[in-house]
């Protein structure tokens, strides 16, 4: 099968999008996720691609989901990862007989700068277009919040409305928001919790007219231009390090928390990266490695953990991998959706031995189990891993196999979580661009734990 690839929707009711109106759109109107027609076969090119520089890659494989002029594409990807910190953008080092992918090297050193980056691009590119502007609202407890807020810093015909909850985010995560000074970014402390702010944030958007009148706009992690620009890194370091060490396949060990990421390694594998595992390792907020152990899906409390951006219980990513897992069948998977909405878990089969699925192993790392595996890391390899990327490695050691090389995806730098650090080796990590936020002036305004306070600063009038 050839031809464009446009997107459907999981829950199987709105007409095919094409891939700009897709991302513009973020989730499908039926309440389902959008996901490609057809998965694009690309393993008779692994070996040419295995020398490509990784905006060379990131094109070749964004070319294939995507509509747009291939110029286009191509300078927006390399503008995108220009302001990485790292020749390669996306490096490799070895620790314990693991391969480290450090993904932080982006402007806010965590991996969600890969996605957000081009998304930010990609947004004002359309817009430009289309004669159109956007206002995005997001809430946030940390991370994805200075990463959208650093994707559209200075960009045109987009602003960003990002709420945090007053005196609740830790203080380095708020400066790294607060420190942008951009006209088009305004930080929101709003008096009130990070469940007030998506409170706020699903009334504005279920108001229409004030949706409509004033473009809202999200950069949710389940657009799909976040996991298609994820799939990337997959390529790049599974090719670079299937040849260097010789070998058939790679394994990858995901620290998980919306099944975003894990989900673009499951995409690489299906497009042809000869992949023997994903393992998908979680703190003890573990709804995801329980399903992968025994089919059931059932949510629980969520636990604060060292590893607050997978501290979730509802995987907003889940349902696309849930779709192709039962055999692409809109109707199953809707009664499936349903018994979760109303009971709040379901089910599927289990296939004997490997569990739900055998290219997956599943894992839980505790607190001290991280705090641990972050010590022995420092103490005998001199690698300092921070708690989320540590959580991930220490399933790793229990699932690699011999002569398969096992890629453990750092997704934050150390520094970002000095706390946890501090806990683990009793000194703290650092990082030039963290430090230099002590002295940065920052902007930020407070506003009522109320939605309409916070339209109001959206309308231009707060
Ligand atoms: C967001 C995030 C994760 C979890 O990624 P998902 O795509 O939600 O599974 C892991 N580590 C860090 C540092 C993150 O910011």
Redesign the pocket.
Known sequence: MSGAITYISTRGRTEPLGFQDAVMTGLAPDGGLLIPSRIPDVSDRLSEWAELSYPELAFEILRLFSDIPEADLRAMIDDSYRGFRHPDVAPTVQAGGLHILELFHGPTL???DFALQFLSRFFEYTLEQRGQHMNILGATSG??GS?AIHGVRGRKRIRVFMMFPKGRVAPLQERQMTSVLDDNVCNLAVEGTFDDCQLIMKDLFADLPFKRRHQLGAVN?VNWARVAA?IVYYFYAGLRIRTAEGADQVSFS??????????AGWFAARMGLPVSRLVLATNENDILARFFRTGRYQRGDVVETL?P??D?QV???FERYLYFRVGENSERLQGLMGHFAEAGSLEIPVEGESGVDPLFAAGVCTREATLDLIRRYHREFGTLL?P??AVGVAVAETEREEGVPMICLA??HPA?FSAAIRDAIGESAHHPVLDGLLEAPTRCQTVANDRDAVGAVIAGQG
Request: aromatic letters at 6%.
């Open positions: 965590a991996f969600k991370d994805t990463a992690s994820q995901v620290p998980t928390g919306n099944f975003g990421d894990i989900l590893s951006s997978m979730i995987a907003s990513n921070d989320h990327t997704t934050a970002k």
